[in-house]
């Protein structure tokens, strides 16, 4: 276990904030973990829990204790179905590395996932998605320990409530459980998935007309680091925006000003809208805040939207959480004055 008093987050946080908190804890194992939780005091609170610090964005010091689960393991759980196999993760996998693991492994349903950074408990908080698949879609079951008591909890995918970007742990629940193992349900038979992005065609380009599951993993970690940059050079939590679902009515008053205006049916009432391509549209790709609060060149600012992808938002060295907020906010008000559709933040703000 390590145990630090004011600790930097710098190397907590892909954004690559320095920002310090009063106390860092990180656990290797359920004991461990159960033993901390049982030792808190009030002065150990607030508590922060965090995996690899992909989806946060530090703007203040932490006054309070940060933990992170480190518990490592991968093992493979026969279901009593011939058809699927369940594989047991601890909350402190890299989340990337369990895909790998099941791709290698004949096991299917995750590829679609590939290099979303993050860790496995992260996966099962956040219900990351890309590329038309969710985490939901493979969660099988989480288990958790609760922050007061210590004792152990087991739930399923259905009593986790998930939806886009969604779930308890996000929303009723936080702050009163941290995930120790997700389970993952896997087919044996691989289904390809393609229809979302530029999959199809990227493999149409290589000549693959029957990909397998590798095939699938391979064209999503090259089209995603194509467009997304690397953390360890620029630092960035990814999409940072979710994708705004708009009633069907919104939907079409936009179709018929942007007729070529991307889209994903959700169901008869609504229609999902890239919020890249909103913020693309207002023409902040590349470019960041000036010290005035206006619009201005990206090699002026610390700040900036990413010049490839406009879902992601750069700090290019020495920006604050400060910077990155105002970049936010100025963001959100160009979508909202154009548009007439709101866009919120996947990033946590603390």
Known sequence: MIDYRDYNLLNNNTFGVSEECRRFVQCDTVDELRRMLLSLTDKDTPLLVIGQGSNLLLTKRFDGTVLRSNIKGIEVIESGDEDCVLVRCGSGECFDDVVDYCVSHGYHGA???SIIPGDVGASAVQNIGAYGCEAKDIIHSVEALDIVTGEQAVFTNEDCHYGYRRSRFKEEWKGRYIVTYVTYKLAKTFVPHLEYGNIISELER???????????REVIIDIRNAK???PKVEGNAGSFFMNPVVPVETFRRLLADYPSMPHYHIDEEHEKIP??????KCG?????????????????CKAVVHSKQALVLVNKGGATGADIVALSDAIRRSVREKFGVDIYPEVNFL
């Open 111 to 113: 590829e679609n996932l």
């Open 206 to 216: 290589r000549g693959i007309t029957n990909p397998d599951a590798k095939d699938v």
């Open 228 to 230: 997304l940059p690397d």
């Open 275 to 280: 919020a890249g391509w909103l913020i693309e």
């Open 284 to 300: 902040w790709k590349g470019r960041g805040l000036s010290s005035e609060g206006k619009m201005a060149d990206g090699a002026e």
